[in-house]
């Protein structure tokens, strides 16, 4: 059974720091990783997807690299802004059919 | 484009009463989904339906929880008798193929008192 685990639960860091947020899995054979953004209230939105055959995955300041021997994945925040206070979720799909398994978020504040 | 849509964001119930939810996916998207997020927890996949037919309910405690897609569009999950641990976000989900392009709702909040 796929159980994913995210490190920290949470974290608060200055303006303009540089961070990274760790996701762990269980079960290597996964068919695609996602990171998502949850804002209070909201649904997710979703940051990056990458394919198993695939290292890493780039837009703008995010940088998400996955290792599927390690069963690990991280996602790189560069000159954070506290506009990308939100919780951040890791998703497993372990199929083509999209379902989903999710991390339990680190919750991220970034302070002026 | 419009987004996913879910009504009411917001129900509060009593144990023991039924409650539904209802979502409109993104136009032509297939698949649609309804996960459970328990306050500081990662969603759960409730169901999973590709057009108007079941891929996956493994994880729906179908002793309470019913859910039904009609003509491949529009989604109603309802839930009866609740519990008290039943109180969760309950998002909605939709993709046009699989993992790819998918796109939530905003949720429906539950409490259960």
């Known amino acids: 059974k796929q159980e994913v685990t995210q490190i920290p639960a949470a974290l608060s860091v200055p303006e303009g720091e540089n961070l990274v947020l760790n996701c762990s899995f269980t079960?290597?054979?996964?068919?695609?990783l996602q990171w998502f953004r949850q804002d209070p209230g909201k649904g997710l939105t979703s940051l990056l997807l990458i394919q198993s055959s695939q290292r890493e995955q780039t837009s703008g300041r995010l940088n998400a690299s996955l290792d599927k021997s390690s069963g690990r994945s991280t996602l790189y925040i560069a000159a954070s802004q506290p506009g990308d206070s939100a919780t951040y979720l890791c998703?497993?799909?372990?199929?083509?059919?999209?379902?989903?398994?999710f991390g339990q978020g680190t919750e991220l504040s970034v302070k002026p | 484009e419009a987004g996913v849509a879910q009504s009411p964001r917001y129900k509060i119930i009593e144990k023991r009463q039924s409650v539904a939810f209802w979502c409109n996916p993104i136009?032509?998207?297939?698949?649609l989904y309804w996960y459970q997020q328990i306050l500081g927890q990662g969603p759960k996949l409730l169901i999973q339906?590709?057009?108007?037919?079941?891929?996956?309910d493994s994880q729906l405690p179908k002793d309470r929880f019913s859910a039904e897609r009609l003509k491949g569009v529009d989604s109603t999950l309802k839930i009866q008798p609740a519990k008290l641990e039943d109180s969760a976000v309950y998002l909605c989900a939709s993709s046009s193929t699989g993992a790819y392009g998918y796109t939530f709702g905003s949720g429906t909040r539950l409490t259960v008192v």
């Open positions: 136009s032509g998207h297939a698949t």
């Open positions: 998703a497993v799909g372990g199929d083509q059919g999209g379902k989903l398994i």
């Open positions: 079960d290597s054979a996964i068919y695609n």
């Open positions: 339906f590709q057009n108007n037919g079941v891929v996956d």
